[in-house]
C-alpha cells in the first residue's frame, strides 16, 4: 500500500481496491508504520483512492472537526456509461435499504433520508465519459447512485445497473484536501485507468 504522507498525527495513504477502509488499511499501516491508526472517514471496500487516518486521538478530533464543518473537500474521479452534461451540481434526498445495501432517491423528506450533494466536471465524452466530482455531502454510496439514477451508471457498478464486464466500479478518491495544524493540506493521486492528460 502506497504512502503518501507520514507524521507523528496522521498518516495518507493510497487504499487499495477490496481492503476495509475501517479495519483492513489501519491494519495495512500498523504493520507499516507500527502504532495506531483511527479511521476518520470511509470509501466503499470495493473503491480505492487517498484517505487519511489520524494516529492520535486529538489528531482525530481536529480531522472529524474539519469533515463535520464541510472544511476537508473530497474530490473524486469516475468513468460512467453516457454522456453526462458538461458540469453539473446535484442536489437528491437518498434513502438507505440497510438490509439490502441498497441507495435509492426518493421525492420527499421522511424517516432516514438524507440530502445528497455533489459537484462535477465532465473530463472526456462518449460511450463512457470520465467525470471529477466534489462531495459536499458523504452519504452511502452517494456517486453512484445519484449519477444510475440521471442514466449515467459508473462503469463496473452492477448493484446500480451498469451491464458490463468489469468486476467493480471505476471510482476513484483522487484527491483530499483539509486544514491540519494551522496549514492546509492537499494530496492528490489519478487512478491507473485515467491518462495524465484527462485532466
Known amino acids: 500500500m502506497k504512502i503518501l504522507h507520514s507524521d507523528k498525527d496522521i498518516a495518507v495513504c493510497l487504499k487499495p481496491v477490496g481492503l476495509d477502509s475501517e479495519t483492513g488499511v489501519p491494519e495495512a499501516l500498523q504493520e507499516t508504520l507500527g ?10 471496500q470495493n473503491v480505492g483512492g487517498v484517505m487519511v487516518y489520524a494516529r492520535t486521538k486529538s489528531a482525530a478530533a481536529e480531522l472529524s472537526k474539519a469533515i463535520q464543518s464541510g472544511a476537508m473537500v473530497k ?8 454522456t453526462p452534461p ?4 446535484w442536489e437528491d434526498l437518498l434513502w438507505k435499504d ?3 445495501n441498497k441507495v435509492f432517491v426518493v421525492t420527499r423528506q421522511r424517516g432516514g433520508v438524507k440530502k445528497a450533494r455533489l459537484e462535477f466536471r465532465r473530463l472526456t465524452a462518449g460511450e463512457t465519459s470520465l ?3 466534489r462531495l459536499h455531502t458523504g ?12 442514466g449515467f451508471p459508473l462503469a463496473g457498478d452492477h448493484k446500480y445497473g451498469a451491464r458490463d464486464e468489469f468486476s467493480a466500479p471505476f471510482l476513484y478518491s483522487c484527491r483530499l484536501t483539509f486544514p491540519f495544524g494551522g496549514n492546509t493540506l492537499s494530496f492528490e493521486s489519478l487512478p491507473d485507468w485515467v491518462e495524465p492528460t484527462a485532466e
Not at 502504532?35 to 466503499?44: I, K, Q, T
Not at 474530490?75 to 453516457?82: F, M, P, R, S, T
Not at 458538461?86 to 451540481?89: H, K, N, V
Open 131 to 133: 467525470v471529477r466530482i
Open 35 to 44: 502504532g495506531e491508526f483511527l479511521p476518520v472517514h470511509r470509501l466503499d
Open 75 to 82: 474530490e473524486y474521479i469516475a468513468l460512467v456509461h453516457g
Open 86 to 89: 458538461e458540469s453539473g451540481d
Open 98 to 100: 440497510s438490509r439490502r
Open 139 to 150: 452519504r452511502s454510496h452517494q456517486i453512484r447512485v445519484q449519477f444510475a439514477s440521471r
